[in-house]
Structures are given as structure tokens and as C-alpha cells.
């Protein structure tokens, strides 16, 4: 079955930590990619981060990294730094094969960054 | 930087009238999608386009649902006879071709049925 699991309903961080949210996924394709997304509380969905199967190196994108570990199937997004605006639903989605253009979603992590 | 815009930013209608939300994709992007999330759900994939047909859907998108590319520009949702459980946050979003190309959201319609 393709399904995204985030165990972690709600984290919390101290400003200038790093935070880890949990990402694992499931799919029997060999070809598919990770999207890590942000939800503010205004509610718009801003892109972070992605992945692909086949990519050798963990992404990065300033803050953001991307922990990958393919045989375990999991994307686990590491913010560095965090910032007291970094506090939002955090969304990890699949595309679970290449041939298909819809996104699966996990449920999501709460963070909250507190000074 | 260019970015998906939604209108309405909330929409509030009565149960069984229609609703057509809009979107504004971004302009050099050839896939379109949207995507629907119920108030403390995960967001959930409703249908994709492109070359002017829907390429995709999921088994949310029944015969209630349409979309359309009525001009160069816009992207529409119709929800015909809407019903209480259609009351979400509905997000458009588009991309570039290939399979590694993100997909860029809108800030959502928020559709309230009454």
C-alpha cells in the first residue's frame, strides 16, 4: 500500500536547536520522490525540500535537510537553526511512483518553536 | 517569485447550490492539480491536468466534481450540489513537467456548506 506515516503529532524546539520530524513511506515502486511541505497557521502550503529515490545525497535547502535512508523508508527532515517562524505543520508527501502526478500526504507534525 | 493564486479566500454557500472555485496557475507550468483538506485532516489529492484533460483522479472526484481550463490563465473546480462533508480547504497547485518538479500551492479557498 503507498501510505506516508508521521508518528509525531506535535513537537516542540527551543530557538537556535535543531528538530528532526519524522517521515516514513511506503510504496512498492522503485522510482518516486519525497516532498517535505510547510503549513503556517495562515493555512497556505509553502514547499521545503525534496528527494528522489534515486539520488545519492541527502537534499538541502538552507535550513532544511533531508535525512534519507532508503532501506529503513524513511525521510526524516532535519531543520538546523530553527527560527521562532519556523513554528507551523510540517508535511511530508510522496509521489509514489513516477507515473502518476498526485501527491500522498502524511497527517503531519505540529512544531512550535518557543524562545 | 511567481506563485498559485486562489480566489476566493473563503467561500461560504448553502447546501445543494454549486461553487466554482478559481486558480491562477503559474504561468510557465504545464500540470495543475487540486487537493482538498478537511479541517485537522491530512490534505488529500483530488485530480490532475494537463494538455487540457484530466489526467488523473482520485475516488473523492465523483461525477459532483468538475474542472476546467476556460482561458490560457485560469484553472476552475465546480462542485455541483454541494453537500455539508464538502466543507474544506481547497488548494490548487501546479508544476513543471518531470517527476522530481515540486508542486506549488496556493493559499487554499476555504469552503464553508451551510
Known amino acids: 500500500a503507498q501510505k506516508i506515516t508521521q508518528t509525531q503529532p506535535g513537537m516542540f524546539v527551543q530557538e537556535k536547536e535543531a528538530v528532526t520530524l519524522d517521515c516514513t513511506y511506503d510504496?512498492?515502486?522503485?522510482?518516486?520522490?519525497l516532498f517535505w511541505y510547510k503549513q503556517p497557521s495562515s493555512g497556505e502550503m509553502i514547499f521545503l525540500i525534496y528527494?528522489?529515490?534515486?539520488?545519492?545525497q541527502n537534499a538541502t535547502e538552507g535550513r532544511y535537510s533531508l535525512n534519507f535512508q532508503k532501506a529503513r523508508k524513511s525521510a526524516n527532515l532535519v531543520i538546523s537553526a530553527s527560527q521562532l517562524g519556523d513554528s507551523a505543520m510540517y508535511f511530508c508527501?510522496?509521489?509514489?511512483?513516477?507515473?502518476?502526478?498526485?501527491?500522498?500526504f502524511g497527517t503531519g507534525t505540529r512544531l512550535q518553536v518557543f524562545p | 517569485e511567481p506563485e498559485v493564486t486562489q480566489t476566493p479566500s473563503h467561500q461560504v454557500t448553502q447546501m445543494g447550490q454549486e461553487v466554482i472555485l478559481r486558480c491562477v496557475p503559474i504561468s510557465n507550468h504545464l500540470y495543475f492539480y487540486w487537493y482538498r483538506q478537511i479541517l485537522g485532516q491530512k490534505v488529500e489529492f483530488l485530480v490532475s491536468?494537463?494538455?487540457?484533460?484530466?489526467?488523473?483522479k482520485s475516488e473523492i472526484f465523483d461525477d459532483q466534481f468538475s474542472v476546467e481550463r476556460p482561458d490560457g490563465s485560469n484553472f476552475t473546480l465546480k462542485i455541483r450540489s454541494t453537500k455539508l462533508e464538502d466543507s474544506a480547504m481547497y488548494f490548487c497547485?501546479?508544476?513543471?513537467?518531470?517527476?522530481?518538479?515540486?508542486?506549488?500551492f496556493g493559499d487554499g479557498t476555504r469552503l464553508s456548506i451551510l
Open positions: 497547485a501546479s508544476s513543471e513537467p518531470g517527476g522530481n518538479q515540486p508542486q506549488h
Open positions: 508527501a510522496m509521489r509514489p511512483h513516477y507515473n502518476t502526478d498526485k501527491l500522498i
Open positions: 528527494q528522489g529515490s534515486y539520488d545519492q
Open positions: 491536468f494537463y494538455n487540457n484533460e484530466i489526467s488523473e
Open positions: 510504496t512498492s515502486d522503485p522510482s518516486y520522490g
